[in-house]
């Protein structure tokens, strides 16, 4: 059996997986991908991506491009069953520099993904290769694979990933169970073409008769899910001809111009895997979580899996960091997963209500919560959608004790800055692919030992000085800083960010989460701590 090795390897060609390639390729890491399919399913999946994975996006320079084919800003609203608007999200803010609900298509997505993989010359998609076994020890992952030419052959890996998605073929091998529950009433999918109802929003019908879904595509599509009642005939229910009276019940004659592009039932699970980390293995997306769609957060969650884990597999093989790190993405990640599919549980239990009395009350409360200027605000800025904080794995919090406003290991905000050459960017672009400290009117790297300097330069390091607006002593004078990057906080985002903490230093991570906040007098020996977390 031919013998082939690599660093790692990544089992699923979805979003996933290439957005993972897309990383390894960045760091330097020879990495294969095997995909089982031989090319990109031709209609939409998810449909929904928020500001974090469009940053996550952004660090692998695909955010921009993937963006051309979304649409940004779209509401989400909740009516009821005399299809009266009863709640409504709408976010405005756009803390981490990216619009914060998004409507897009998968395989437009995907297609992006893989057009622009090919400038990582570390980094090979295998499509119609499937994954047979695997095995592992203390020094590495042992695949085998049945190639597209129907030859088996064997691929030697320092570290492999899971992106195979619900039905992981990986997890499986590593004997990991997928615990939660099954949903018992499935529903059915209806995506068509040629579209032209005047809806630029995605509408959960909460009719207690039948619940259904309206979401709003780009490029004059629309999805449409209806839930399928008890007693009902799944196949019945899934032939075009039942399909479009359902639809015509909502939009009349203008159902007769839609192309239906495809029509499947689903079940819906609530699983989370018992562990994202076996060995050197690790599960990311729906091979570690699966969640109803109705909190939008599926394929999000998987790119947030992907930023925690990359970086930290790079930093590993690289020799950096320790192969004890990879604990952390575990320890990191799996509780916000699972807050998440908590989350779509809920937010699909509001929807499902098939008992009109009960659905009557549900209607009066979101009523009331209308009728409350704080709660009304907190609905529409989708603020009850958990937020990933890091209590424990690779960030230092200098106080023993936590505080509910403690902002350490949580994303930092990503606002818009102004560079030396006077161009606005956003704040990522100049935070670079490793560890960044930025100081608040102070330069970070003037504070450090030379061991510590030493140190984070092999990480990459970069140290930037953040200066008020206009605070040099011309247009073309702006403050400088030796050793560091100097950059103007134009619109007083990171100026706000740091009067909340009141200290002057943050240390931030490959990821954007925030790793440390500290003063220059202590910043060289939090510096050590978080070294020592590494190492």
């Known amino acids: 059996m031919k013998q082939e090795k690599t660093q790692v390897v990544i089992v699923g060609g979805g979003p996933n997986g290439i957005t993972a390639a897309h990383y390894m390729g960045m760091y ?23 500001d974090e994975a469009l940053r996550v996006l952004q660090g692998i320079g695909i955010a921009e491009l993937a963006v051309r084919d979304m649409i940004c800003d ?20 756009a803390q981490y520099g990216w619009p914060m609900r998004n409507i897009f298509m998968q395989q437009l997505l995907e297609g992006t993904l893989r057009e622009n993989l090919g400038q990582h010359t570390s980094v090979e998609l295998r499509q119609g290769h499937e994954l047979l076994e695997l095995e592992q020890d203390g020094q590495g992952v042992t695949l085998q694979v049945r190639g597209a030419d129907g030859e088996l052959y064997q691929l030697q890996a320092d570290y492999a990933i899971g992106a195979d998605g619900g039905r992981s073929t990986v997890r499986k091998k590593l004997g990991i169970e997928l615990l939660g529950l099954t949903h018992p009433r499935k529903w059915v999918v209806v995506d068509t073409a040629n579209d032209t109802l005047d809806a630029p929003y995605t509408a959960l019908h909460a009719d207690p008769q ?48 839609l192309n239906v592009i495809r029509i499947r039932a689903y079940t819906h699970h609530s699983r989370v895997a018992a562990r994202f980390v076996e060995g050197r293995v690790a599960l990311v997306g729906d091979a570690a979580h699966i969640s109803p769609p109705w909190a939008g957060q599926g394929l999000n969650s998987g790119l947030r899996d992907v930023a ?28 916000h997963a699972t807050e998440l599919v908590a989350l779509a549980d809920n ?10 009395l009960m659905a009557g009350v549900r ?34 919090h200098e106080r023993a004790e936590l505080r509910e406003d403690d902002l350490v290991g949580q994303l930092f905000i990503q606002p818009n800055i102004e560079d030396a050459q006077g161009q606005r960017r956003r704040l990522d ?7 960044a400290v930025l100081g608040y009117r102070v330069n970070p790297r003037a504070h450090l030992s030379e061991p510590m300097a030493e140190y984070w330069a092999r990480w990459g390091t970069r140290f930037i000085q953040v200066n008020r607006s206009r605070s040099g002593v011309g247009r073309n004078q702006p403050l400088t800083a030796n050793d560091a990057v100097s950059v103007e906080d134009v619109d007083n985002r990171l100026g706000e960010w740091f009067s909340k903490v ?30 020592e977390q590494l190492s």
């Open 429 to 435: 672009e100049v935070l670079g692919n490793g560890y």
């Open 28 to 50: 330097g890491i020879d990495c294969i991908v095997l995909e089982l399919a031989d090319g990109i399913l031709p209609y939409p999946r998810a449909v929904g991506m928020d």
């Open 363 to 396: 209607d009066w409360l979101f009523q009331a919560v209308n009728s409350v200027d704080n709660l009304r605000s907190h609905l529409l800025e989708f603020k009850f959608k958990p937020k990933a904080t890091i209590t424990k794995g690779l960030v230092y």
């Open 210 to 257: 039948r619940p259904f879904v309206c979401i709003y595509l780009p490029y004059q599509q629309r999805r449409w899910e209806f839930m399928l009642m008890e007693g009902e005939d799944e196949a019945k229910m899934c032939e075009e001809a039942t399909i479009r009276k359902l639809i015509h019940g909502h939009i009349g004659d203008a159902v007769d111009q």
């Open 308 to 335: 925690n884990v990359a970086w930290k597999l790079a930093a590993i093989i690289q020799g950096r960091a320790a192969p004890s790190i990879l604990a952390s993405y575990d320890q990191e990640r799996r509780g």
């Open 74 to 93: 779209v509401p989400l609203r909740y009516y009821n069953a005399r299809g009266v608007c009863f709640a409504e999200v709408k976010p405005s803010a």
């Open 347 to 356: 937010m699909g239990a509001v929807l499902g209500l098939t008992n009109p």
């Open 502 to 531: 009141r200290d002057c230093i943050v240390v931030v991570r490959p990821d954007r989460f925030v790793a440390a906040i500290t003063t220059p007098e202590r910043l060289d020996g939090v510096l050590r701590k978080l070294a």
